[in-house]
């Protein structure tokens, strides 16, 4: 069974106010979110859950639209607490209200931006630096500063004004061309598959550039195209198209290099596993564990080459076999002798999946309004310093924690802020 | 050699690397080879490992011309900014080797079964006792340990297992993936966040780590707010094909994809301030051409609530949306949705992205040489620009054991008649 990595044992989470009960990577490190929505504030949640001190800043008059627009509620009921694409995105923050329109609204966002050694912003371009908070203002005050600006298209170009949201930018990076069915219509990726991209390499480029701060005293400023993150991850087809002049296109579940390979239906209604063979050793083993070792010998499966040329018997014949069982059992089965297979998950299998509980991925944690809530840690786990999770914060709830104890403002100044709408 | 990047903007020269200092051991197969480009593409000096022969990745084609494991398109896309030479991990002198050069590494990448390089000495605690700031960064598709840690894993399986491919494809056919795979480059990206956040320990303490990676679970966030629904309402959610599901709460559909003249566009109707103005401007354009219905020009938008909508009246909001975009083109849908604010962007394929202005404006794509095919090839460009650092691509993928003199020479003191005896033996 081999031995457990220290770190999957010690994954665990924790009350927002528990100190943590080990030390963790990214202690120290201070961020300030003015972003919205994924692609900003899912960095500042990684970071967070690591150890850094990060303060979410939000206006309650101009809430994040995931706080408002966007379903699941609680209950189905709507309201600025009761959203799990909120909680989903922010855990481990401690969230503030900021009033930019107000100008000590801006001094104060300048306050916290000298405070931080990194700021997030995704906004659209110009957004910050009409609140008086870009780059070059920021560094003026604080010169080291690591500025990361993630927006669709990046700070320059035609373009760059163009607002847009993941879901559709997502289209623009050409993945939704490459779903779908062999001369079908393309098909939608779920949500904002691209925003999630440019977390990742947010996330990246953050901690490269902390680096490079530690190590030169320089700041950065960031300049992330979600867009052209995304098209990182569809390089081979974009060189394709430079080299051969070969536009890729959709193919449904098929590969140029194994067969079978697909979805393949199970019993039940909408119930589907997946079998990848990808050598003729595992082609023979799923001959065997089907009880047709005899497909192995038909010419128009023996090889991969004949069985690309009669994929569509192939996979009818596959399909009639697993049309039998259930997705866990032909999983079993074939993976028991060597051939890659595994069940399409619904989210009720991801909350059941033994796998993901042993990596201890979903962790339920209580919430004020939400009652409780699966917040979902990160798909590395590091051995000594793991992910550590608390709930995500109540609009405005560290109000008095960020402005009092961090920045050192008075009971009165705040509650003189509070009364002049500055914070609001 | 490659093209160097462009200088910045106003001549300055370009930066040295945002990570140029550190050196990574790249042990990985193409379930991981991303997480090193990534590295390299911030100036690490990446040494790409593949055993004799080559890494079997660059059988699988696309390729440049001819079928060739030196013409591989996606080992080129993935491992620029490598230097690549060939070792045989399977044999103790090979592994003695590997020994020497993680002595003085900073991070190194490996995607073996989970034990596979324990089993050889070659594991995170081996050589965490020979360097002990290493960080040690293995990728695997469902982690090093559980119930599932020694499933084959593949593209497909991780995507299916994901959750990703429930939510892909049309109602009442099967569940997707995308076909150009997608899980390893979740899983590259996903490594080299982990792998930068135990680095940043490391500075501080000293202590390197084990960055436990799984493919499966590097999908998860494609699923965005998707468990959200699981956790809060114990709802399962369904594919919609080419529409979107889980806007409304009364389970209606709304389409996202439009036929076009020469493809297909995404547009939807959003709620909320930025929604309304761009359906406005829409309808605006619609009108324009004649083609907005009166109810459909008096529409108050404002009003609007996609959330509480019905299917019949998502239907027939849509009737004038789909006779409208059937006679457009995916460029002139491009340009207009700049010019008046539409939320919305063609399907786009590699052709239409190669000729997006803004990319070109941008200075994404970036000339790299391939002397050896007697090319110059243009590639996309890095993740993002620093102001301070350069970020992008300096040199072409290694060719197989092109740089074995240059890195066992130096790192290790071996000469070239040693080289020599070793790629006799089959070591190298």
């Known amino acids: ?424 | 050699m490659a093209v160097a990047d462009r200088p910045v903007a106003g001549g300055r020269p370009p930066h040295a690397g945002v990570l140029a200092p550190y050196r990574v051991l790249d042990l990985t197969d193409r379930d991981g080879w991303l997480c090193g480009r990534i590295l390299g593409d911030l100036g690490a000096d990446v040494v790409k490992i593949e055993p004799p022969g080559g890494d079997p990745g660059r059988q699988q084609g696309p390729f440049f011309r001819d079928p060739d494991p030196e013409q591989n398109l996606a080992w080129f896309a993935y491992n620029a900014n490598k230097r690549g030479i060939t070792l045989a991990l399977e044999t103790v002198r090979g592994q003695e080797l590997l020994r020497g050069l993680a002595r003085r590494a900073d991070f190194l990448i490996e995607s073996f079964p989970p034990g596979h390089l324990d089993a050889r000495g070659l594991g995170y605690r081996a050589l965490h006792n020979i360097n002990p700031g290493l960080v040690f960064t293995s990728i695997t598709p469902f982690g090093q340990s559980g119930p599932y840690a020694h499933h084959r894993g593949s593209d497909l399986i991780a995507m299916a297992m994901s959750g990703l491919m429930a939510l892909v494809g049309a109602p009442g056919r099967p569940p997707l993936r995308v076909s150009l795979p997608q899980a390893a480059m979740w899983t590259g990206m996903h490594a080299a966040a982990g792998s930068l956040i135990a680095h940043h320990y490391r500075r501080v303490t000293g202590r390197g780590q084990h960055v436990d990676v799984a493919t499966r679970d590097s999908l998860l966030w494609a699923l965005a707010n998707a468990p959200a629904y699981w956790s809060l309402l114990r709802q399962d959610l369904h594919r919609g094909g080419s529409s979107i599901v889980g806007r409304s709460t009364t389970g209606a559909r709304m389409r996202a994809i439009y036929r076009c003249q020469d493809g297909h566009i995404n547009f939807i109707f959003y709620g909320g301030e930025a929604g309304r103005r761009s359906n406005e401007a829409m309808v605006r354009w619609m009108a324009e051409c004649g083609e907005a219905p009166d109810w459909l020009a008096r529409m108050d938008w404002g009003t609007f609530n996609i959330a509480v909508s019905t299917q019949e009246e998502i239907d027939r909001l849509e009737e004038p949306f789909v006779a409208f975009l059937a006679k457009r083109t995916k460029a002139e849908f491009a340009r207009e949705s700049v010019k008046r604010s539409i939320l919305g962007y063609p399907v786009a394929s590699a052709r239409d992205i190669r000729d997006d202005p803004q990319l070109a404006a941008r200075g994404f794509w970036q000339s790299v040489d391939h002397p050896e095919l007697d090319a110059t090839v243009t590639y996309p460009g890095p993740f993002a620009k620093f102001s301070a650092a350069r970020c992008g691509i300096t040199r072409r993928a290694p060719r197989i054991g092109e740089h074995n003199a240059e890195v066992y020479g130096a790192e290790l003191g071996l000469s070239r008649h040693d080289l020599d005896a070793l790629g006799r033996e089959k070591i190298l």
């Open chain 1, 1 to 424: 069974m081999g031995v457990f990595p220290a770190g999957v044992g010690h994954r665990m989470s924790r009350e927002p106010s528990a100190l943590p009960a080990h030390p963790q990577a990214l202690s120290g490190i201070k961020i300030v979110e003015f972003a919205v929505f994924a692609a900003g504030p899912m960095v500042g949640k990684h970071m967070g859950e690591h150890g850094a001190t990060v303060v979410r800043v939000e206006s309650r008059s101009h809430p994040d639209g995931f706080r408002v627009h966007y379903p699941p509620y609680k209950d189905n009921i709507p309201g600025l607490n009761r959203t799990g694409s909120f909680a989903l995105f922010n855990n481990n923050k401690l969230g503030i209200t900021l009033n930019l329109k107000h100008p000590e609204g801006v001094a104060l966002g300048r306050r916290l931006a000298a405070w931080a050694d990194v700021l997030i912003d995704n906004f659209v371009p110009g957004v910050m630096e009409r609140n008086g908070l870009g780059y070059e203002a920021v560094r003026e005050i604080n010169p080291s500063i690591v500025y990361l600006s993630s927006c669709n298209m990046g700070q320059t170009g035609p373009k760059s004004s163009q607002r847009g949201f993941g879901s559709q930018l997502t289209s623009q990076s050409g993945f939704t061309y490459l779903a779908g069915e062999p001369h079908g219509e393309p098909m939608l990726l779920f949500g904002p598959y691209i925003d999630f991209i440019a977390v990742g390499f947010g996330l990246i480029a953050v901690m490269a550039a902390l680096d490079h701060r530690r190590r030169t005293g320089s700041g950065q400023h960031i300049d992330l195209s979600q867009y052209e993150t995304g098209l990182q991850f569809v390089a081979p087809a974009l060189l394709e198209y430079e080299a051969a002049g070969r536009v890729m296109t959709r193919q449904g579940n098929r590969s140029p290099h194994a067969a079978p390979h697909g979805a393949y239906p199970c019993r039940g209604e909408d119930r589907w596993c997946v079998i990848a063979v990808c050598s003729e050793e595992e082609w023979r083993a799923l001959c065997r564990a089907a009880g047709h070792p005899e497909w192995g010998d038909d010419p128009r499966f023996a090889t991969l080459a004949a069985r690309k040329a009669h994929e569509d018997e192939l996979d009818a014949l596959i399909g009639g076999w697993t049309r039998q069982f259930g997705r866990h059992e032909v999983m079993e089965r074939l993976q028991a002798v060597g051939v890659g297979a595994g069940i399409v998950s619904l989210l009720s299998d991801l909350f059941a999946d033994p796998q993901l509980a042993h990596r201890r991925v979903w962790q339920e944690l209580p919430h004020p309004e939400l009652e409780k809530f699966h917040y979902e840690a990160p798909p590395f786990i590091l051995s000594e310093t793991p992910a550590e999770l608390s709930r995500s914060p109540l609009l405005g709830e560290h109000n008095d924690r960020v402005y009092g104890e961090m920045l050192g403002l008075a009971r009165a100044e705040i509650e003189r802020l509070i009364e002049d709408g500055v914070i609001e």
